[in-house]
């Protein structure tokens, strides 16, 4: 547990293995070596079986969990925007990749009402700097994704996007999407809400937001044409989800560049807490437009040098780009406007986790206290008229 630990706290900071003497092939064979559930030629195992539910025992134990804290929350949501059960369905989502243990109940509020049955998954990755990947999406081969319940079906979509997107943009690498958990984790909870569903994994590695402006215009133009051409609706026939966590705070565990400038007591924790909530508030809640986008971009890493941190919100660069990309989508089919609302926030301090009595054999990959804990979002993307506010 504890090498688990080393592994992913210095993952989650892009600090994950230095580049080995023996070159980017050792770095790949160290790290599929970890891969906890492997895979085959046509189908994707699964990296972290610790974290996240690898079977239906573990996933119906997370679900049933996870829908009752989130209770009181969806309650809440429902009685302050005047939401049905049905309506409105997300065409985008922000969700924690972070540990069910203790992210599950963001993970329920995140993707809940994310029901279209193919869903376009914008990853972290977070070990590009092993494989020596940046400006670039990031696709994969694989047939199936492995599900709690079963294979989860890569939908025909992804071969259609790959063939309108320019082959100097794009990578296709199996071995990078098996050893990467930002996906993984969101895959079991969207088939617990659809047993049918389908999906396309991309991985975002850094990029300056020129980039990352040209690969989103590229990416929303090649989906805009795809979906024209099936007769789908954003949101219906179509969603995004966004796998992002937030701050990733303090001074013990987090390789050689901690972030903790308001220290690591409790004060410390509030105000990383009311930073990350200010961060939602500036660019991620409301209308969804490219310049709150490249401020949030900007605000967590050094333009010019965006491999280093700012604040350490490992989300830097999969939202921007996905959240362009289901913008233009739903702004070319639907002719509406984005928005997003905050739906909760939490960290893994304060989260009631899940029952220790009951876990199945899941558990945790880090320690949550206040030298060491990461922030969570859940945010929904819904349309509204263009001229809202």
């Known amino acids: 547990m504890l090498r688990k630990f080393a592994l992913v706290a210095c ?6 293995i230095a ?7 050792d770095d790949r064979a160290k790290l599929l070596a970890q891969v906890g559930l492997k895979p085959t030629a046509t189908a994707r195992g699964q990296m972290d079986t610790v974290g996240f539910a690898s079977t239906a025992a573990q996933m119906d134990m997370v679900r049933a969990q996870a829908a009752a804290a989130a209770a009181p929350r969806e309650a809440a949501i429902r009685a302050e925007h005047g939401w049905t059960d049905a309506e409105p369905r997300f065409v985008a989502a922000v969700c924690p990749h972070d540990d069910y243990y ?12 994310v029901r279209a049955p193919v869903v376009v998954l914008f990853g972290v990755f977070h070990k590009a700097r092993a494989f020596d990947v940046s400006d670039r999406l990031v696709f994969d081969r694989f047939a199936t994704w492995r599900g709690a319940y079963g294979p989860v079906r890569v939908s025909p979509l992804r071969e259609d996007l790959l063939a ?10 199996n071995d990078m999407h098996q050893v990467e958990h930002s996906l993984e984790a969101l895959v079991p909870f969207l088939q617990a809400n659809n047993p049918n569903v389908e999906i396309v ?3 975002v590695p850094h990029m300056e937001w020129p980039v990352m402006e040209r690969l989103a215009g590229e990416l929303g133009r090649a989906l805009v044409e795809s979906c024209r051409a099936r007769g789908w609706t954003p949101g219906r026939d179509v969603a995004f989800v966004l796998s992002a966590d937030a701050v990733h705070y303090g001074d013990v565990g987090w390789g050689a560049t901690p972030y903790c400038p308001f220290g690591s007591d409790l004060e410390g924790y509030r105000q990383a807490v009311a930073q990350d909530r200010q961060i939602l508030a500036d660019h991620l809640t409301g209308p969804v437009r490219a310049e709150r986008l490249k401020a949030f971009l900007y605000r967590c890493v050094e333009p010019g040098d965006v ?23 739903t702004r070319e089919l639907g002719g509406r406007q984005l928005r997003g609302t905050l739906l909760d926030y939490g960290t893994s301090v304060s989260e009631a986790s899940l029952d220790d009595a009951d876990l199945r054999g899941l558990g945790t990959t880090a320690p949550n206290n206040l030298h060491h804990f990461v922030g969570y979002a859940a945010v929904g993307y819904y349309e509204t008229d263009r001229q809202a506010d």
């Open 307 to 329: 491999a280093r941190y700012r604040i350490t919100w490992c989300g830097r660069f999969s939202i921007p780009l996905g959240l362009q990309v289901a913008d233009r989508v």
């Open 102 to 113: 203790y992210a599950s109940r963001l993970y329920q509020l995140a993707l809940t009402r």
């Open 11 to 16: 993952a989650v900071l892009g600090l994950v």
């Open 19 to 25: 580049r080995s003497p023996h070159g980017a092939a």
């Open 201 to 203: 994994p991309i991985l």
């Open 164 to 173: 309108r997107i320019r082959l100097d943009d794009r990578v296709v690498d």
